[in-house]
Antibody, heavy 120, light 112 residues
Framework: QVQLQESGPGLVKPSGTLSLTCAVS?????????WNWVRQPPGKGLEWIGE???????NYNPSLRGRLTISVDKSTNQFSLKLNSVTAADTALYYC?????????????WGQGILVTVSS | QSVLTQPPSVSGAPGQTVIISCTGS?????????VHWYQQLPGRAPKLLIY???NRPSGVPDRFSGSKSGTSASLAITGLQAEDEADYHC????????????FGTGTKVTVL
């Protein structure tokens, strides 16, 4: 059974960097899957952030490109998110999720999520 | 920012049927991309509910069904139960955004 678990600081100062890690268990991060980040501002819908493949190939939401870096660490079976120059608009629940590579490419499973607040 | 539009809320009495729409465009649903649905119970992470327009993962009751036509998709919940009260999100891909993932605006289902 594949499980994902997010970790990282719950509070980030404005203009700082938001850094999160997703630990994968029950599957190798080197398997044929895309590893994703999705966020949900309080009371709002889901927003896709970006994803990474085991080779290091990434796809990013165009609205976040320039501030976003997603990386993978095969030695620890984890992948990470770094978002620079954060503002209050980046306050959200952040989820990591697996997206399978074969059609129909859905997200499953999801981590439990971690709330990140941007505030001084 | 969402390119897939859902009604903010729908409600129904126990046993009734509710239908949630997910309206897109010729760049996403109308382009032939599959639609997936996720159920988000209060305080919980989203969970896959329907994949590939109309397929249920193992363990999902057959009260839940999906369909797709043209530039829209729908999720139907028949025989509504109290435990179905949750947020529901559709998801697809969009060719105008380099074929990347897009989510719907989300719908809150209330069981009266």
């Amino acid at each position: 059974q594949v499980q994902l678990q997010e970790s990282g600081p719950g509070l980030v100062k404005p203009s700082g960097t938001l850094s999160l890690t997703c630990a994968v268990s029950g599957a190798s991060i080197s398997s044929s899957n895309w590893w994703n980040w999705v966020r949900q501002p309080p009371g709002k819908g889901l927003e896709w952030i970006g994803e990474i493949y085991q080779t290091g190939t990434t796809n990013y939401n165009p609205s976040l490109r320039g501030r976003l870096t997603i990386s993978v660490d095969k030695s620890t079976n984890q992948f990470s998110l770094k978002l620079n120059s954060v503002t209050a608009a980046d306050t959200a629940l952040y989820y990591c999720a697996r997206r399978i590579t074969i059609s129909p490419n859905y997200f499953d499973p999801w981590g439990q999520g971690i709330l990140v607040t941007v505030s001084s | 920012q969402s390119v897939l539009t859902q009604p903010p809320s729908v409600s129904g009495a126990p046993g009734q049927t509710v239908i949630i729409s997910c309206t897109g465009s010729s760049f996403n649903i109308g382009a032939g991309y599959d639609v997936h649905w996720y159920q988000q119970l209060p305080g919980r992470a989203p969970k896959l509910l329907i994949y590939g327009n109309n397929n249920r993962p193992s363990g999902v009751p057959d009260r839940f069904s999906g369909s797709k036509s043209g530039t829209s998709a729908s999720l139907a919940i028949t025989g509504l139960q109290a435990e179905d009260e949750a947020d529901y999100h559709c998801q697809s891909y969009d060719s105008s955004l380099s074929n990347f993932c897009v989510f719907g605006t989300g719908t809150k289902v209330t069981v009266l």
